[in-house]
């Protein structure tokens, strides 16, 4: 089972994201913030994140910087889930290592296409 | 073995620093090298001179080092008051998300003074700002953040705003409470996450489903 | 007094509410066990319900009864080589790299706070002696300290039961204690060999007498702490560390609720924290 690790500080998107996933056979990892995701990650590589921008102590990108400097998971795709639409936090999340960039809310049927597409299951 | 023996250690780690003035530290406060920033912040806090926070400000606007950061806001903490607070607040719209963290960070553990500012953040015209004001809630004793919680997700006009809202009211709501949670399926109609978030609140909250 | 309910609902605000405050995450299979350390807790607060309870919980201003709640759901216990996988990674990599990244013969230096009994220190010491070879090349400085002036004359006299020795092996117990009735007292060249002290961690004024520690072993100490004090004590140890320097945390505490000022680093299962250089 492909194995996803959602990372956001507010637990009601943790949950519905959480519950879109596992309704479609992935098994789920949740983590408040950048530094309880690096420790998550780095004690059991995913298959793919879901990373959250604003979050306490290491927001979004921060955590997308570590975890590419890591040899067990600079390679691990990601997508980042912001509030902004704005191009230039597209291109933020993009230099700072995000594979994918999605608008909050997402919607499950567009969240599932792009989890398939970039690691199947 | 050569685990040292109690006597011949102790000194070596000891390292007194004289104190030094108040512009002695300040000069300190803006070196390149980041030991004699931190060393300049604790010695500063020492002093109780009248420049002490605009002083402090003025570096924090400048400070690029996350630990230096950290500790600029701690030590704004423990001296505490409004002025500190009123000083802190303008960084929730920094750019610097570390710097902006650290500052929300300690907000959060001055409740008391920053109950004040609530209304004026939630009013920002910023939705991060908002949200940030949200995040900090989540830390106040303040008997009005479960009816400044409603106020948001009655009226703000931003759907990520007010799913922070509502996402606290999942720990704090009251059950007369209901409607305006209710109301949220109204404002943002055929929004999925909407839908989860409001169902997942009633749930929490006891509301008739 | 009434029967107290926790209701599924109930439970779940509360662990999510406990999880944002210490990382420490109860699912549905813990249910038994923590409504019953929340049932002791309402009724030894005298109030009413969970839901009283719960609002004094996250509403008191001083944090005191978090930390009561904090202390209930967390076992804390000391005996020597508690945790020992820790001190494994410490014998195994960190010494090697933290010597080779010093040069020289100024000592590694290493402080154990809180010191508690003095189980923990000397179990560094028995570790590194036993299981680092380079220990007859380099010397080692071991700090350690409590608040607590009580448990460190303890410390410093080193008397133990046989339970504070379960984890170790007969041989170990004849090189490092000598029987005193039927207890055990530590040797006298390693109760020499660590450097007791009082100190509060969340105090500048106590911790900036040590610098340039290169191993700090904070085991279940940071998550009793409130908040404040917390993020005080974090930036204490990250002054008296040096550059590279590394940390351990006890196995129920996260960085993730205290600090992004340490770097991550993984040697074999193990994370640990590093002061960036």
Not at chain 1, 18 to 23: A, E, K, S, V
Not at chain 2, 190 to 200: G, K, L, N, T
């Amino acid at each position: 089972m492909k194995k996803v690790m959602i990372v956001d500080d507010a637990a009601t998107v943790r949950m519905y994201h959480g519950d879109i996933l596992r309704q479609a056979g992935y098994d789920v990892v949740e983590a408040f913030n950048g530094v309880e995701a690096l420790e998550k990650v780095l004690a059991n590589p995913v298959d793919l994140m879901l990373v959250d921008v604003n979050m306490p102590l290491m927001d979004g990108y921060s955590f997308l910087r570590e975890v590419r400097m890591h040899n067990d998971t600079m390679h691990i795709p990601a997508i980042m889930i912001s509030t902004e639409s704005e191009q230039s936090d597209r291109e933020k999340a993009y230099l700072n290592g995000a594979n994918d960039y999605m608008i909050k809310p997402v919607r499950p049927d567009v969240l599932l296409e792009k989890v398939r597409l970039m690691i199947g299951g | 073995m050569s685990l040292i023996k109690k006597t011949s250690q102790q000194q070596s780690a000891v390292a007194e620093e004289a104190p030094l003035s108040f512009r002695e530290y300040e000069q300190l406060l803006f070196s390149e090298m980041v030991d004699d920033r931190r060393l300049a912040v604790r010695g500063l806090a020492e002093l109780h001179d009248v420049e002490w926070l605009p002083t402090m400000i003025a570096a924090l606007k400048s400070e690029k080092d996350a630990g230096v950061q950290e500790l600029i806001v701690q030590t704004l903490r423990v001296r505490g008051g409004d002025a500190v607070v009123d000083a802190l607040v303008p960084f929730l719209s920094s750019d610097d998300a570390h710097l902006r963290n650290a500052v929300i960070d300690v907000l959060q553990q001055m409740p008391s003074e920053t109950e004040t500012h609530m209304e004026g953040l939630l009013a920002d015209d910023d939705a991060d700002v908002r949200i940030f004001a949200i995040n900090i809630m989540a830390s106040l004793q303040s008997a009005s953040v479960p009816h400044w919680l409603e106020t948001v997700i009655s009226h703000d006009q931003n759907l990520n705003v007010c799913m922070t809202a509502l996402d606290l009211l999942a720990e704090t709501g009251e059950k007369n409470m209901c409607a305006s949670v209710e109301g949220l399926l109204t404002r943002f109609p055929d929004e999925p996450y909407v839908a989860f978030s409001v169902d997942r609140v009633k749930k929490r909250l006891g509301c008739d489903v | 007094m009434t029967d107290i309910k926790i209701s599924d609902e109930d439970y779940k605000k509360f662990c999510e509410f406990f999880y944002r405050k210490t990382g420490i995450f109860f699912d549905e299979a813990k249910r038994y066990f923590v409504d019953k350390r929340l049932v002791e807790r309402v009724k030894a607060t005298g109030e009413k319900d969970f839901r009283s309870y719960f609002v004094q919980v996250r509403f008191a201003t001083d944090g005191i009864e978090l930390q009561t709640l904090i202390n209930a759901m967390t076992v804390n216990e000391t005996y020597f080589m508690r945790e020992d996988y820790q001190f494994k990674v410490l014998s195994e990599f960190v010494m090697d790299e933290i010597v080779r990244h010093k040069g020289g013969d100024a000592p590694v230096r290493i402080w154990c706070i809180p010191s508690s009994t003095g189980e923990e220190p000397y179990s560094v010491g028995i570790s590194l002696l036993e299981k680092w070879p380079s220990i007859e090349r380099y010397d080692v400085e071991i700090f350690s300290s409590d608040i607590d002036t009580k448990v460190l004359q303890k410390a410093r006299q080193g008397l133990y039961s046989a339970r504070s020795l379960m984890r170790m092996s007969e041989e170990q117990k004849k090189t490092y204690f000598k029987p005193v009735g039927n207890d055990y007292q530590i040797i006298d060249d390693l109760r020499e060999a660590v450097t007791f002290s009082q100190c509060n961690l969340s105090n500048s004024a106590e911790t900036k007498k040590f610098k340039n520690i290169d191993v700090v072993f904070c085991r279940n100490l940071l998550i009793y702490f409130d908040d404040a004090s917390r993020r005080t004590a974090v930036q204490n140890l990250y002054d008296a560390m040096a550059p590279g320097g590394f940390i351990f945390l006890g196995h129920s505490e996260s960085m993730s609720r205290m600090s992004s000022l340490f770097k991550l680093r993984k040697f074999g299962s193990v994370i640990i924290y590093q002061k960036p250089f």
